[in-house]
């Protein structure tokens, strides 16, 4: 009779800087089998994510999520006025697949989350009104060689009468993070992702000047010359605001002469939300467990 043996997906994840300890993820697997013939062994596995100052692991095949803190997004405001460069952020997939598994995973977008616990979805990654991320354009994709995030992909375009969509995720899907059969002392594997966010508030407008200079040589000679330059003006980036708000001060006093001596002022103040409550936005990875055996159908559990 053959024996079958099935493993679950386990996850082990360390932080940023420690993917490489493999002796914490051996300490994580587990079997379901009471009974395991180590010949028949398809495999043992690790799958997990992490960024700064977060560690997520997957106890069964389930997916994982990390937040891109909304502390993060809020640094798109630095970008006003004439500054343009892209904030980045990063995060890491890491696992191991031992035997003839290997691991698969695909990356989509969890909702937006509050502080206070409420969330909304980003349906087709369309962020909610008068938050930053509504006015920004966010796209998550693979780091390059070195995990270099500069070079940012171009976002897909825009048909007539859609949304403007916020978040864009670009080659997501289908990922390899180990083929079947491929890494027999279990080393774990990493892969970086980066998130590249741009404030699509840019400079309200360019102001031409121009100059002229003409002066008389010792000679009696005339001459002359002229300059060009465009000035780009914009106001700081911020949210919409919530109002303008109205101060009157006024004050009088009697003189020695007693004369009565009375002045006032007013002014107006802008107030603008506070940055600091801006959502984060949940990542999510979902591993799938792919084999050496075409007949295995990829899937949360490796099965022989």
Not at 147 to 173: M, T, W
Request: with cysteine; proline share 6%.
């Amino acid at each position: 009779m053959r024996l079958r043996t099935t493993l679950s997906l386990t996850a082990a994840i360390v932080g940023v800087m420690t993917f490489g300890v493999v002796s914490t993820a051996n300490a994580l697997w587990t079997v379901n089998d009471a009974v395991v013939v180590p010949e028949l062994r398809s495999g043992a596995l690790t799958f997990g994510a992490s960024a700064e100052s977060q560690s997520v692991l997957s106890a069964s095949g389930e997916p994982v999520e990390i937040a891109l803190p909304g502390t993060e997004i809020a640094q798109v405001l630095d970008q006003g006025g004439l500054r343009t460069e892209p904030v980045i952020w990063r995060f890491e997939v890491a696992g191991a697949a031992l035997g003839i598994a290997g691991l698969d995973y695909d990356i989509t977008l969890g909702p937006q989350v509050w502080s206070d616990g409420h969330s909304a979805e980003l349906a087709e990654g369309v962020a909610t009104d008068g938050t930053l991320l509504a006015d920004s354009t966010v796209r998550i994709y693979p780091a390059g060689l070195g995990d270099d995030c500069s070079v940012i992909p171009d976002a897909p375009g825009q048909l007539d009468g859609e949304a403007a969509v916020n978040v864009h995720l670009v080659d997501a899907s289908d990922r390899t993070l180990q083929e079947p059969a491929a890494n027999p002392t279990g080393a774990e594997i990493t892969q970086t992702w980066c998130v590249a966010m741009l404030w699509n508030h840019r400079a309200d407008g360019l102001y031409a000047s121009e100059a002229s200079a003409q002066g008389i040589a010792v000679d009696g000679s005339e001459n002359r010359d002229f300059d060009a330059w465009d000035a780009a003006v914009a106001v700081p980036a911020s949210l919409d605001a919530i109002g303008v708000y109205d101060h009157v001060a006024w004050a009088e006093g009697t003189g020695d002469d007693g004369t009565l001596s009375r002045d006032e002022a007013s002014w107006s103040g802008t107030v603008h939300p506070d940055p600091a409550g801006e959502p984060d936005l949940v990542i999510r990875i979902d591993p799938r467990v792919t084999n050496a055996n075409p007949a295995v159908v990829p899937g949360d559990h490796a099965t022989r």
